[in-house]
């Protein structure tokens, strides 16, 4: 069973168009089912990265294909995933 250290260390990367989304951030759990059921990633930097971020990747748990050793791979529409952080 990996643990949220053990996800964070781990790079997601989405099989549909090779694109990476980076590193595990956060996850979204479902409090009355007791599951996880998203991974959250910092989106795309605005003014290079450099000044915060007002997006994220919200992948839905149903959406990894594989977690390895280095990688988490996901199966996923970009355009879907990406979302306003909800924490800004």
Do not use: H
Not at 19 to 25: E, K, M
Not at 39 to 56: C, H, M, N, S, Y
Request: glycine letters at 12%.
């Amino acid at each position: 069973m990996a643990r949220m250290y053990d996800l964070r260390q781990k790079e997601i990367i989405n099989t549909k168009d090779g694109a990476r989304y980076g590193f595990v951030s956060d996850l979204q759990f479902d409090e009355a089912e007791g599951k996880v059921t998203a991974l959250i990633v910092p989106g795309p930097g605005r003014v290079l990265g450099v000044f915060g971020r007002d997006q994220e990747y919200r992948i839905p748990w149903e959406n990894i294909v594989k977690i390895g050793e280095d990688i988490i791979l996901v199966d996923c529409e970009t355009e879907t995933v990406l979302g306003e952080n909800e924490g800004a």
